[in-house]
């Protein structure tokens, strides 16, 4: 048994839904399909979703809001009346909107419900769909699915008890369209995970009924070994471990959602990336492990927006508690740091940019100078991070040598290294406007 | 005013003296003097420390001691004889030596007390030997320098009371000799510094008199850029700033006790390292800064007995305080580390290998998988460090790249690179067994 996830380009349009259902056709272990709300139709579009929260503010607000109310109901009447699906639908869901705004609950609380139309219309529209072209198919809601989340709208966690349940899903017959991104909770309330959770409900049922495999359908032919923007035709990434997609997504490979890959790897259910469009292409597969001769370097990944805190003081190393209490000073400040490399009188705290402001930053260096007496507190802004992904990276001899001549050969500087604390990545550090010119570099080292 | 520190082999023979004495009569600024014990005279020799040591086991363990005993009063007297010097001077030796010996005092005490008779004798014998060739010089005992220490027999930490008492001996005439290695309490109890101490007295005084210079006369012509015993006539080292000395100094480069620095650091004392053999040679010079145009590497450092105790897990990085629950592990069960990098989903702490013992290592890992519930803990012994020194090594493009190149060049895989968290050095860890070839070939690069 297959678990399908189709994304919001998947769900865009008419002519997208009938691509879906021909992918369902063709394989017949994908029983449980998962959807999100349509998306973009063409470049400038507006997301269903997006739509759905413009609603939810101006309802709540007081403003108006019938036009966009209107724009909501015709990305669905667009799709219903392309398909020639019985207008009761349409009805339908105009009703669960009317319901959802006129309902007497909390302004977050509203937004969520809201916001979750978009998911729930599109497996309604789906299972309609199938049914009309003749297949045995029927629409469940996450209650009825069984996926239990804790109590925190917009970011739900999913809850152990869930899985059980969800296990239940394998006696049912014929195809099943689960509404992605929202369960309830224990109480019976409606909760939406983070956005793009569509992908994490997707991994919940899979873990779930313990899929033998977990479709991921998008609008990209597979996974890339360097982002496009920075490469054009970059190669496709066949297979990827966990822990490689988990490194790549890291820094700054969007694909896949990051939360999503959790409950697939607890239960080691393998993920294939595909294309809607293009569903004979083999797409990306995420297993748990890969053969030794396929260990090599399957990725590079970047990000921007990184700072790092520089602190030196002459025999740092004989002070006991350096270290703790620096961090100490950065917990008090409420931010949270991504490494903390350590030299012998020296050490580094890697920090996202977004996390800290200049009134923080300047408050911090205040308290480290009046605490803890170092030499020199130097803050660098705009730092770019590098990651070099791939199993068995540690085992190869040259690596190193490679990534090194190949960011030296672009004239780029190197800020820092941190190899051999992961076992299958080697992160570099340099100035964010250096950042495509290394990419690139590398890239065409390891791919080439 | 200088202040001259002549070691061990400086002092084993009068032929030494004679040469000390002429170092001391080329430069008047050379006015105060501090002495270790007589060292080894030829390569399977025992230092007169060492038999003081010994002295002091058999005596306090009731066993005989007349024959070290007598090896130690000889050591004296060939010295004293050949110089020609007043027999008094040996009585007075072989008193001192009887009182500790008699005396009433801890085993630690005596032991203590034992060790300084060394240098103590040491300082009498070189300033009676510069009264007698027509200086006007004198011994200056430690207390009377005012050399106050905390009351930590072997491991006396100087108290900050003591410099300004120091700073007054600039009023005193001719040249003053001083044993090194010892100090008293402010109770008057005698108490050594860590073995090698005499470098330690020879920098306090320089910081406490505010010397132009404090030269550490040794046995060998420089500092060199690696180790002789791994590269054969390497470079010598001009000028070392502190800080690269203390990054070298870390990873194996013994020429300079690394907690002698401290003292002269504080005041900013420059310290030169000279041989007695051939004083005429530059030396190496310890500096506080360099010239932009002398910032290069300096030196390649390196060093055995490390072990890597790796810990991943999937989506750590979600798990906040698990680092930290970790070296909470380690420091309930009395282990230091000496560094701590991080990935996303994986950490390496670095120990040395001395401070794990097999029945640690068993208990530790026991306890992290108990406690953290890892996918993995894996401990690497028998690691190396290679650190790569020198000051405006972050700033130059291509670094990184010679020293993993001349790596991968000698056919060794890289375990780990900590580059960035420090200014002025860029670290490796591979398997011991590689050490000498990588180190050669980074030699080369490097300095050919």
């Known amino acids: 048994m297959k678990v399908a996830k189709f994304g919001g380009s998947s769900m865009a349009t008419a002519a997208q839904l009938q691509k879906v259902a021909s992918i369902i056709k063709d394989d017949p272990s994908r029983k449980i399909i998962v959807v999100s709300a349509p998306g973009k139709r063409f470049a400038d579009d507006v997301k269903t979703t997006d739509l759905l929260i413009q609603l939810g503010e101006s309802y709540i607000n007081g403003e108006h809001y019938e036009e966009i109310y209107g724009k909501v109901l015709s990305r669905f009447r667009e799709i219903i009346e392309e398909l020639l699906l019985n207008t009761a639908l349409l009805e339908d869901i105009e009703n669960t909107l009317k319901d959802v705004l006129s309902k007497d609950i909390s302004s977050i609380a509203k937004l969520d419900a809201l916001k979750s139309i978009g998911e729930d219309s599109s497996a309604k529209i789906l299972s309609a769909y199938l049914q009309a072209i003749g297949f045995e198919a029927s629409y469940v809601n996450p209650k009825d699915a069984g996926i239990i989340v804790s109590n925190n709208p917009g970011n739900a966690q999913i809850l152990d008890s869930s899985f059980t349940k969800i296990y239940a899903l394998r006696e049912k017959v014929g195809i099943l369209v689960i509404p992605g991104f929202f369960g309830y ?211 190869t001899i040259g690596v190193a040598q490679k990534a090194t001549t190949a960011i030296a050969n672009a004239n780029v500087n190197i800020e820092m290294i941190n190899q051999g604390s992961s076992e299958v990545s080697m992160m570099f550090g340099i100035q964010a406007a250096d950042l495509n010119r290394a990419v690139e570099s590398l890239y065409h080292v390891f791919f080439d």
Do not use: W
């Open 185 to 395: 909770t224990e109480d019976g309330e409606l909760m939406t995970f983070s956005r793009g959770g569509s992908d994490i409900t997707g991994s919940i049922v899979a873990a779930g009924v313990e899929a033998t495999l977990y479709e991921n359908f998008t609008d990209v032919d597979s996974v890339y070994a360097v982002n496009p923007t920075i490469v054009s035709n970059p190669k496709e990434i066949k297979t990827l471990t966990y822990k490689e997609m988990r490194e790549l997504s890291y820094a700054g490979f969007s694909v896949f959602h990051d939360e999503a890959l959790i409950p697939a790897f607890k239960k080691q259910i393998p993920v294939c990336i595909k294309n809607t469009n293009k569903p004979h292409l083999p797409g990306t597969n995420i297993v748990a492990e890969k053969k030794p001769e396929e260990k090599c370097v399957v990725g590079i990944a970047s990000d921007t927006g990184f700072s790092s805190l520089y602190v030196s003081k002459y025999l740092m190393n004989r002070e006991i508690g350096f270290g703790r209490k620096l961090l100490n000073i950065l917990e008090d400040e409420g931010i949270s740091f991504e490494h903390a490399p350590s030299g012998i009188d020296d050490l580094s705290v890697i920090i996202r940019d977004s996390k800290l402001s200049k009134a923080k930053e300047k408050n911090i260096t205040k308290r480290i100078y009046e605490e803890l007496h170092p030499d020199t507190v130097i803050l660098h802004r705009d730092l770019a991070m590098i990651m070099v992904v791939g199993e068995g990276l540690m085992n």
